[in-house]
Structure formats: structure tokens, C-alpha cells
């Protein structure tokens, strides 16, 4: 299997040349700690400080994916998006913001970007956010295929953050795929809301545990819709994900 120097299975644009990536960041400390990561990853990566330095980048590198802060010294990177689509139509969006209301992020999505992570984020995640961003727009191939959980038909790919059951691939959010995750890794176990809680959203949730219950019915519609059940609920005790007995 081939590796990048991270260790990660080698992911590569399909004609196997490097894929293209445009970091934009008005703080340049931060610029040069992301460019070089993700060069570590084998990447062909450029910078830009700013919106219109952004576009004039875009339009030389023609990248496949765009780590675009929101706040921008010239410009929104609401308004660099809707630019780098007339450059580069298909290229994937991951928006940096400082900003976690619920309006911003929907703001962010409803411009066309694909994902956000906000700020303080780790370079692991958003590397990930990158690789499954690039897997699923078919702008990337892996060598071999990452690491993968299995729970009957249910398969996750932790790399690519990508989830089929029965070979359908299901689209999660950030959150839900963190709680499938964590159900998947510990496939019959019950685990009680204080533990999902602890486990996904990692801080006090204010005893709010009808968050848990919120979620939950997010992943029943997309993991079980129109198929034998995965996801139970053990009245008084928690939930539990179990592979479908044939």
C-alpha cells in the first residue's frame, strides 16, 4: 500500500498526479502551519491572504479543493466562493470560521461550500474533511483503501469519512457521523445518553440529552429508511446499533 509521508494511504487525483489545494488565510502563521501539512500529504498547495488574491491564485492553479477562510481583510469568503465557481466549478469548498451560530454554518452551505470546520480544529480533522470531501466529489482516488469498520451490512470508511450500507453511500453531517462512529465501535453494546453525550459533543451538554434523542432519529432516517433496523432504543437504559440477523 502506499503511503503519503503522514502514514495516510496515498490519495492522489485519478490521473495519479498530486491533487491541488488553495489555502486561504488572512493570518499567515496559520496559512503556512496548513499549506504545510497538507503538503505533507503529498499535495501541490498554494496560499492567498485575501479574496482577490484568492481568485488570481485559482485561476493559475486550478486546484481541486479550496480551504477558504469566512473573514477576509477585502471580502466575505462567501463572496471568493461564488468567484472561485465561475474559475473553477466543481472544486471543493471547506470554510474555516470562528463563527459556531447554526445561521452562519447554513449561511456557509447555502453559498455552495461543501463543509465547514470552526475554530480552534485540529489539522488532523481537517485534512480528513479534505480527503473525504475529494473521495466523494470523484476529484481524488486512494492507492488502497483506508481503515473500515464493519457492522453487518453497515460499513464506515474512517479516512474518507464516507458510510454505505448494502453499498449505498449515506450522506452524514460532522455530528452524525461522529455518533454513528461511536455506535460502530461498540456494535451491541447498550450506551446510555450521558455516554453519547461525553463521547460525541465532548463537553456539558447542560443535561440537554434530548440532543441525543434529536440525533438519533437523524441517523434511524438515514441508516435504517426503508430497511430492517439497525438502531434500538433499550427503554430506560440507552441505545444500542446491532447487524440485521438474516
Keep these: 500500500m502506499k503511503t503519503s509521508r503522514s502514514g495516510r494511504p496515498a490519495l492522489t487525483r485519478p490521473d495519479g498526479t498530486p491533487l491541488r489545494v488553495l489555502v486561504v488565510d488572512d493570518d499567515p502563521d496559520l496559512a503556512e502551519v496548513l499549506s504545510g501539512a497538507l503538503r505533507y500529504e503529498g499535495w501541490d498547495v498554494r496560499t492567498a491572504g485575501d479574496g482577490a488574491a484568492a481568485v488570481a491564485e485559482a485561476r493559475d492553479l486550478m486546484p481541486d479543493a479550496v480551504v477558504l477562510d469566512v473573514m477576509l481583510p477585502d471580502t466575505d469568503g462567501f463572496q471568493v466562493l461564488r468567484s472561485l465557481h465561475s474559475v473553477q466549478p466543481g472544486v471543493c469548498v471547506l470554510f474555516l470560521t470562528a463563527r459556531d451560530a447554526v445561521e452562519d454554518r447554513i449561511a456557509g452551505i447555502t453559498a455552495g461550500g461543501d463543509d465547514y470546520v470552526t475554530k480552534p480544529f485540529s489539522l488532523e480533522e481537517v485534512i480528513a474533511r479534505l480527503r473525504g470531501l475529494l473521495r466523494r466529489a470523484g476529484m481524488a ?65 447542560g443535561g440537554q440529552a434530548h440532543v441525543v434523542e434529536l440525533y438519533i432519529s437523524y441517523l434511524r432516517k438515514k441508516v435504517d429508511a426503508g430497511r430492517e433496523p439497525m438502531i434500538h432504543t433499550v427503554r430506560g437504559a440507552g441505545y444500542v446499533l446491532k447487524p440485521v440477523v438474516r
Design 141 to 205: 482516488r486512494q492507492l488502497e483503501e483506508g481503515p473500515r469498520m464493519t457492522v453487518g451490512d453497515l460499513v464506515m470508511n474512517e479516512e474518507a469519512r464516507e458510510v454505505t450500507r448494502a453499498g449505498e453511500l449515506i450522506e452524514l453531517s460532522p455530528t452524525e457521523f461522529e455518533l454513528l462512529r461511536f455506535l460502530m465501535r461498540n456494535p451491541r453494546r447498550v450506551l446510555s445518553k450521558a455516554q453519547i453525550l461525553d463521547r460525541v459533543w465532548s463537553y456539558d451538554f
